[in-house]
T-cell receptor
Framework: SAVISQKPSRDICQRGTSLTIQCQVDSQVTMMFWYRQQPGQSLTLIATANQGSEATYESGFVIDKFPISRPNLTFSTLTVSNMSPEDSSIYLC?????????FGQGTRLTVV | KNEVEQSPQNLTAQEGEFITINCSYSVGISALHWLQQHPGGGIVSLFMLSSGKKKHGRLIATINIQEKHSSLHITASHPRDSAVYICAVSLSNYKLTFGKGTLLTVNP
C-alpha cells in the first residue's frame, strides 16, 4: 500500500495570489493524479502528473492556471494560480500502485 | 465516459439503524472504491473492490460486476458515521470517476 501526505490540509487565500499544494508518497508510484471538488459537485480530474515530463491536463484545465510539478516518483505539487473565489474547492491527490488507488487527505481551499 | 450514480443523495437515520448506500456505473471497470469525506473535507478510503464482498468492522461493501452495482452497508449506525460517502470507479489506468456522494446524518 501507499501512504500519502498532502499539505496543507486547508488554507484561506486572497484573490489574485497563488497556492502550492504538496503530495508526498512513502513509496515510488507510477501514476499520480490531481482532482478538484467544487462545492456540491463530484471530484473531477484536473491532470495526470507525469514524472520527467509535462502533466497531462483534462478538458477545461490549463497549465497556466494549474501548473504541476513531478520531480520524482514520490512527490508532486499542484499550484492554483491567480486565484479567484471560484477556485474555492477541495483539491485531492491520488496515486496508482499496482492496481490499487490511494488518496491524500485533501486540501480545502477558500479564496476571499 | 463512465457515469457513476449514487443513491440516495441524502440519508438521515437514527442511531442503531442499518444503512445502505447504492452505487451504479455504466461501463466496465477494474475496481470500485468507497470513500468517506468528513465535514472538514478530509477523505479516507474505506474499501476497494473488484469482486465479491469486503467487511471492516461495522462496514460492509459488496459489488456485482455483471449488474454494475455496488452497495455500502453500515450496521448499528452511530452519530460518528455522519459524513459524505463517495463511490468512485477506476479503469486500468487508475483514473477515477466519482459519484456525487451521499450525505449521511445519524441522529442520536
Amino acid at each position: 500500500s501507499a501512504v500519502i501526505s498532502q499539505k496543507p490540509s486547508r488554507d484561506i487565500c486572497q484573490r489574485g495570489t497563488s497556492l502550492t499544494i504538496q503530495c508526498q508518497v512513502d513509496s515510488q508510484v507510477t501514476m499520480m493524479f490531481w482532482y478538484r471538488q467544487q462545492p456540491g459537485q463530484s471530484l473531477t480530474l484536473i491532470a495526470t502528473a507525469n514524472q520527467g515530463s509535462e502533466a497531462t491536463y483534462e478538458s477545461g484545465f490549463v497549465i497556466d492556471k494549474f501548473p504541476i510539478s513531478r520531480p520524482n516518483l514520490t512527490f508532486s505539487t499542484l499550484t492554483v494560480s491567480n486565484m479567484s473565489p471560484e477556485d474555492s474547492s477541495i483539491y485531492l491527490c491520488s496515486v496508482g500502485d499496482g492496481w490499487e488507488a490511494f488518496f491524500g487527505q485533501g486540501t480545502r481551499l477558500t479564496v476571499v | 465516459k463512465n457515469e457513476v450514480e449514487q443513491s440516495p443523495q441524502n440519508l438521515t437515520a437514527q442511531e442503531g439503524e442499518f444503512i445502505t448506500i447504492n452505487c451504479s456505473y455504466s461501463v466496465g471497470i477494474s475496481a470500485l472504491h468507497w470513500l468517506q469525506q468528513h465535514p472538514g473535507g478530509g477523505i479516507v478510503s474505506l474499501f476497494m473492490l473488484s469482486s465479491g464482498k469486503k467487511k471492516h468492522g461495522r462496514l460492509i461493501a459488496t459489488i456485482n460486476i455483471q449488474e454494475k452495482h455496488s452497495s455500502l452497508h453500515i450496521t448499528a449506525s452511530h452519530p460518528r458515521d455522519s459524513a459524505v460517502y463517495i463511490c468512485a470507479v477506476s479503469l486500468s489506468n487508475y483514473k477515477l470517476t466519482f459519484g456525487k456522494g451521499t450525505l449521511l446524518t445519524v441522529n442520536p
